[in-house]
């Protein structure tokens, strides 16, 4: 799709990441909002529409997104939180609030703009590679992880009819500092991680080019 002057809508744009991907959808020429839970934002980013709301409270997100002046032709959810350790380790209010931000939040998500997506739009989804792995230490986060990617998969399929595409974002480790922010536990040694303004670039492109998947070898090319 051409980017150029399409309504881009990024969510998560206080982090690292999702930052990045609202200044690249900018300076591809989109007509970026943004979307935060804590109000802040870079100073390269503050003259954007801007709105907060958390995707655990539906009523709230569904007021801001229709603040924003919606039908949107680009939606990137860089929504996340992480926690670490063995399954008998994560106390249960870790669990919820993993499942409530990157399961239940991202449903809410998807029901929400399954109205405000015009055809020929895309849905963006920073799921990680942590969706299909099962690595110790990763035991919640990776089931969390698992569920948006099956809640993707189901809208992919649900919105062939009006034209949305889908692109599942699994990217690994990408050096965003999330893991130094982890809701328990400490991480395990992943090694070096991606540089962000890679990640954001390839992702960039995916939404252009059309494409709908990128797994971790996609971002060696």
């Known amino acids: 799709m051409d980017i150029n002057k399409h309504h881009a809508l990024v969510l998560g744009a206080s982090g690292v990441l999702g ?90 998500l998807l029901r929400l703009l399954s109205t405000r997506v015009s055809p020929g739009g895309v849905v963006v989804n920073l799921t990680g590679v942590a969706a299909d792995v099962t690595v110790l230490g990763l035991s919640a986060y990776s089931a969390s992880k698992a569920a948006a990617k099956a809640a993707l998969g189901v809208a992919a399929r649900e919105w062939r009819s009006k034209k949305i595409r889908v692109l599942d974002v699994r990217a690994p480790h990408t050096e965003t500092g999330l893991v130094t922010r982890a809701l328990w536990g400490e991480a395990p040694n992943f090694g070096a991680g991606l540089e962000p303004a890679l990640v954001s670039q390839r992702i960039v492109r995916a939404i252009h080019d059309d494409e709908t998947l990128l797994l971790p070898e996609s971002f060696t090319n």
């Not at 609202?22 to 300076?27: G, K, M, P, Q, Y």
């Not at 409270?57 to 926690?83: C, H, K, Q, R």
């Open 19 to 108: 930052g990045l991907i609202a200044s690249d959808l900018v300076a591809a020429g989109a007509d970026v909002s943004l979307l935060t839970r804590s109000g802040e934002v870079s100073s390269d980013l503050a003259g954007l529409a801007h709105v907060r709301a958390d995707l655990r409270e539906p009523g709230a997100l569904e007021d801001a997104l229709d603040a924003l002046t919606p039908p949107f032709s680009i939606v990137v959810n860089a929504v996340g939180v992480v926690a670490f350790g063995r399954l008998d380790e994560v106390p249960d209010s870790a669990v919820a609030e993993l499942f409530d931000t990157n399961a239940r939040g991202l449903v809410t």
